[in-house]
């Protein structure tokens, strides 16, 4: 599996023809079955999509539609049942577990609605953990997660546990972690949902924000008015893309 | 992921969880204080044996009066040893150094206030001599003292204290063996009662003959210690005594003695091998309770990571793999081991030096043993840490991360 962990270009080049050079995930008939005692749900019925760098994209949907299925597919805690499935260039529906893990580490950053923090450490060394993971030595790691928490406007609550943070500070951490290890797409999985409306405005201008300076983000809502933010829809249902088109909004 | 994380991630586990990793832990620790203390017993016991054994001296042994036959009627009461065997044995036995005769009775003895039942040893002065004893305060009775009946008196060492008084301050003062007055000249060494029926502390020496004459009235021995010359084997002393002996009770050839003769070396080291299975036996009961406080920890662990799906979760999106997670609970299993078998080696050796103050028991705490304890219980962990360790490394990340 080396193969799949190469030089990017030289993945990118492996790319299928028809699919655009700068595309961070590229997906071809993505299918994922479940089997529920015996009966097969179909939770997504083939998933074409591409997104391009430095895209922000709302994943839409409502319960039920596939978001939660496509998302874990594309954050590679799942693996297909039938499709391709391409993270800047690696041909991720290959993979088996580790270099699923390995992929997760370095490629993406995941946001989630409960923030999922380890309650005992601080907010620097949950910021840490990815690059622990990494095998980063310990001054390096340090640094790095100092550098991600100020990027997010905590540079004064390092030392914080999560219980010692606002909602949205515990956020900020979260997004702090995920983007510690520069990964190639931000996933965001209901960011907002367990945040008041102001806090959600300040998250998503902080989105806003890192997409100008490049980040690629993948947002999953069921909220029209925090998919507003995003520059393109991705409407999902009964397991298909039901509409995909850019929104009026320019970044 | 590096092993000093997993094991900084471990310890903040357990002390976040104070409480429950004590009385998880606590199964280790009684089972490795367990085993240490127990081996620490038996290896007491079986030095005590040793010593006794290298006290003895390897040139000694003991005669007994037998079971007399006549035709297929045994009879115990014609069988003696008596002072004539002894006067026999000092006159034609050629191969031994010293022949010590043991007349014994047990006689009320009364010292100021106090009055006891104890033994009372009719001996000769070379007694001290062949039982490795030593005199600290005042002297042994000489034969010149026996020959003329001195009526004197050497106590063992627990006597004076028996009788509550001061050896040093006992010496010259006179005590009363069947009501007949004894002059106290000495008192001898300790010896210990690790094995036998008597504790040879207990009791008192009197010369032979004023045994014989003015305290039992009888020229019954009841026994011989006999010390064979340097350069002579035991065996070839025996077969010298079992010569004399049997012309002197007139055994005819193939007759059975009439008289046991017991090396005490052998003696002991039948004890010393049932000490040995003695110590294996208790020390395989407290590795029992060493597997059971293993399956303490395995039943913590699998809760632990039930608690902590989330947390598993999390780690696994953020990029652990199956390894890490693994490594991360086995960690904390080998750790809460770890920690019990350290805290369990204080126990045991507290234990240990606590039983040999207070009940003066015989130990010897065997660095051995605390090594063995202490990888037992680092197996311990490893072995039932990896069930639960491996539960976790299975988890599914998105169930994992769903858990409420």
């Known amino acids: 599996m080396t193969a799949g962990l190469g030089d ?41 999509l591409a997104i391009r760098q430095n895209e922000f994209v709302a994943i839409m949907g409502a319960s039920g539609s596939g978001k939660s299925t496509l998302m874990n597919l594309i954050g590679c805690l799942d693996s297909p049942t039938g499709g ?26 995941f946001v989630f609605q409960t923030f999922n923090l380890l309650p005992r450490a601080s907010a620097l060394h949950n910021v840490e953990l990815p690059l622990v993971y990494a095998g980063m030595g310990a ?72 997409h100008r300076d490049g980040q690629t983000i ?11 933010h995003a520059l393109r829809q991705v409407h999902l249902k009964d397991g298909r893309v039901e509409r995909d088109f850019v929104t009026g909004r320019t970044a | 992921m590096l092993v000093g994380e997993t094991l900084a991630v471990a310890l903040s586990s ?77 006159r034609d036995a050629t191969l ?23 033994n009372i040893i009719g001996t000769t002065a070379e007694y001290v001599d062949v039982h490795n004893y030593t005199v600290p305060y005042g002297r042994m009775f000489t034969n010149g003292d026996d020959a003329s009946r001195q009526r004197y008196a050497v106590l063992g060492s627990s006597v004076p204290e028996e009788l509550g008084a001061n050896p040093a301050a006992m010496i010259h003062q006179t005590l009363l063996i069947r009501g007949i007055p004894f002059e106290i000249v000495g008192v001898l060494s300790a010896k210990g009662a690790a094995g036998g029926f008597q504790n040879p502390d207990e009791q008192i020496l009197i010369p032979l003959h004023t045994a014989q004459y003015r305290v039992f009235g009888s020229k019954r ?42 090396n005490q070396q052998d003696v002991l080291q039948t004890q010393q091998q049932a000490t040995q299975v003695f110590t294996t036996l208790l020390a395989s009961i407290a590795a029992v309770s060493l597997v059971v406080g293993g399956i303490g920890i395995m039943n913590i662990m699998l809760v632990s990571v039930t608690e902590r799906t989330r947390e598993i979760g999390v780690r696994k999106a953020l990029g652990a793999t199956r390894g890490n997670i693994l490594l991360q609970f086995l960690i904390e299993a080998l750790t809460l081991c770890i920690l019990g078998g350290a805290i369990g080696i204080l126990l045991g050796v507290g234990t240990t030096v606590v039983l040999a103050r207070v009940m003066q028991w015989n130990t010897l705490i065997s660095p051995l043993a605390v090594v063995v304890a202490f990888g037992f219980s680092a197996l311990v962990g490893l072995f039932f840490g990896i069930w639960p360790a491996r539960r976790a490394a299975r988890l599914d990340p998105i169930v994992a991360l769903r858990y409420e």
């Open chain 1, 8 to 48: 990017t270009a030289e993945r990118m080049a492996r790319l299928p023809a028809d699919v655009p050079k700068n595309a961070v995930i590229v997906t071809r008939n993505l299918q994922r079955d479940y089997d529920m005692g015996g009966e097969v749900v179909h939770a997504l019925r083939g998933v074409d």
């Open chain 1, 84 to 109: 391709e499935y391409w993270l800047n260039g690696h041909r991720v529906s290959e993979l088996g577990d580790d270099e699923l893990a390995r992929i997760r580490n370095k490629e993406i950053g």
């Open chain 1, 139 to 210: 001054r390096e790691r340090r640094a790095a997660a100092a550098d991600a928490l100020t990027r997010v406007g905590l540079q004064d609550r390092m030392e914080h546990r999560p219980n010692e943070l606002s909602g949205g500070q515990r956020q900020r951490v979260a997004i702090a972690r995920a983007l510690v290890n520069r990964p190639s797409i931000l996933l965001a999985d209901e960011p907002t949902g367990n945040l008041d409306s102001a806090t959600s405005e300040e998250i998503m201008a902080l989105f806003e924000g890192l």
């Open chain 1, 218 to 228: 993948v947002l999953v809502t069921h909220e029209t008015d925090i998919a507003a």
């Open chain 2, 14 to 90: 357990i002390r976040s969880n104070a409480l429950r990793s004590v009385l998880t832990m606590l199964g280790i620790i009684i089972g490795v204080g367990a085993v240490i203390t127990m081996v620490a017993l038996g290896s007491g016991a079986q030095k005590a044996v040793e010593e006794r054994i290298a006290a003895l001296g390897a040139n000694v042994f003991t005669v007994f009066a037998g079971q007399g036959r006549s035709g297929a009627v045994m009879i115990t009461d014609r069988t003696i040893l008596s002072t004539d065997d002894y006067e026999a044995l000092e």
């Open chain 2, 96 to 118: 031994l150094k010293a022949v010590v005769p043991e007349a014994q009775s047990s006689q009320q003895v009364v010292f100021g206030n106090q009055n006891r039942n104890l």
């Open chain 2, 221 to 262: 021995l009841r026994s011989m210690s006999i010390q064979v010359k340097d350069s002579v084997p035991i065996e070839q002393g025996m077969v010298d005594l079992e010569r004399v002996l049997r012309r002197q009770h007139h055994i005819r050839p193939g007759g059975e003695n009439d008289f046991i003769i017991r």
